[in-house]
Every structure is written in structure tokens, then in C-alpha cells.
């Protein structure tokens, strides 16, 4: 049976061609901002907010794809209440470090696989993560070194790179951390029979 990852994700790609599983990629091409931004307005919950993006994209994938099962997935930076998403600029990426500094966040990566365009399983990663409390200088200089890579990263950091050096402490499952929680997936996928276990 097709796998297919309903992402743009190159972390999230590299994640799964590491654990040796066949797949294709495909973009979801869903408006991620437009949705956010109705969420957040509409009040709802960050669980429910990556639970909600992810579903979209597997399901928008599906619908081209029934008979393959589809892997939609997001993920939720919420910190205070605050949703946060990718900077546009480094600019909003300094105003992310500032307000995630000496505080703990959490990072909710959602997982939804589609099969025969309705969902068959869904599952929430969670991790919690402190940035102890650097200097405006190691700020601004991080940010040098990395806006290339960060921009492109909820909260303006990459764990696997020169971002570790932001935090105090990570309580949560590494994989989850970078957007996909792979382990439940695995398990799920090889419980079913969809590859090799």
C-alpha cells in the first residue's frame, strides 16, 4: 500500500527515510496561516489546533490519493497562552526569543493518517522545554549564524543544531520535538500490518 507524508517537511522526510520506510511526499497545499489564524480566533485550544491543521492536510492529500495512506502532521508552539508560528523575519524571530527566554514552553506535534478519505488514527506528541535566560548578545548572534536554518522552524530554533545552546532543560520525546512522533507511528503502522514489523 502507498505512504505518502502529506508534508513539505525536510526534517519530517528525513525522519521517516531514516527508519528505512518506503514513501512518497506530497505538498498539502492548504492555507496553514489562514487556518491558524481562524483557530486561534475562534478560541480554540493548541491540541486542538494541531489536531485540526494536521487532519487538513491529510485529509487535502487524500482526496487526490484515497487507496494510499496518507500522514498529515503539525505542530503547535504555545508558551503563556500564546500561540507562536515561524518567524517572517528575524526581526519576529528576536521577539520569539525574547518572550520564550527563561520560560518553559510546549511543543504539540500532531499526527493524523487518512486511508479511503476518512481518518484512521490520530495521536499528539508533547514535550516541554525551557530556554534559560541568554544575553541580547548570544540572542542577536545566534541569530546571525542560523537565520538560514531557523527561519523555517516554529520558535526560531532548531534542537538537532546550535539551538540546543538556548535551552536549560527538554522533558519529551525527540522525535516529537522535531514534528513527528515517530515511535507511535511505527508502532501503529507495523501493529497494522501497513510495513514490515
Keep these: 500500500m502507498q505512504l505518502i507524508l502529506a508534508s513539505t517537511s525536510k526534517?519530517?522526510?528525513?525522519?521517516?527515510?531514516?527508519?528505512?520506510?518506503?514513501?512518497?511526499?506530497?505538498?498539502?497545499?492548504?492555507?496553514?496561516?489562514?487556518?491558524l489564524q481562524a483557530l486561534i480566533a475562534e478560541e480554540a485550544?493548541?491540541?486542538?489546533?494541531?489536531?485540526?491543521?494536521?487532519?487538513?492536510?491529510?485529509?487535502?492529500?487524500?482526496?487526490?490519493?484515497?487507496?494510499?495512506?496518507v500522514i498529515g502532521c503539525d505542530q503547535v508552539l504555545e508558551c503563556q497562552g500564546q500561540i507562536f508560528s515561524k518567524p517572517t523575519d528575524i526581526d519576529t524571530a528576536r521577539a520569539h526569543l525574547n518572550l520564550l527566554r527563561g520560560q518553559t514552553h510546549r511543543l504539540l506535534s500532531a499526527v493524523?493518517?487518512?486511508?479511503?478519505?476518512?481518518?484512521?488514527?490520530?495521536?499528539?506528541?508533547?514535550?516541554?522545554?525551557?530556554?534559560?535566560?541568554?544575553s541580547n548578545q548570544y540572542r542577536d548572534d545566534y541569530l546571525d549564524r542560523n537565520?538560514?536554518?531557523?527561519?523555517?522552524?516554529?520558535?526560531?530554533?532548531?534542537?538537532?543544531?546550535?539551538?540546543?545552546?538556548?535551552?536549560?532543560?527538554?522533558?519529551?520525546?525527540?522525535?516529537?520535538?522535531?514534528?513527528l512522533p515517530l515511535l507511535p507511528v511505527l508502532t501503529y503502522l507495523g501493529d497494522r500490518g501497513f510495513i514490515a514489523s
Aim: a neutral charge.
Design 112 to 134: 493524523v493518517i487518512y486511508h479511503e478519505a476518512k481518518p484512521i488514527w490520530r495521536y499528539m506528541g508533547k514535550a516541554a522545554l525551557t530556554m534559560r535566560d541568554f
Design 11 to 35: 526534517t519530517r522526510a528525513a525522519l521517516l527515510a531514516a527508519a528505512h520506510i518506503a514513501f512518497d511526499t506530497v505538498p498539502p497545499r492548504v492555507d496553514e496561516q489562514a487556518i
Design 147 to 179: 537565520w538560514h536554518q531557523c527561519q523555517y522552524s516554529v520558535g526560531a530554533y532548531q534542537l538537532e543544531s546550535e539551538g540546543i545552546r538556548l535551552f536549560s532543560r527538554v522533558e519529551g520525546d525527540h522525535n516529537t520535538i522535531l514534528g
Design 45 to 69: 485550544k493548541p491540541h486542538d489546533i494541531a489536531d485540526a491543521l494536521a487532519e487538513m492536510k491529510a485529509r487535502k492529500v487524500a482526496d487526490k490519493y484515497p487507496t494510499a495512506l
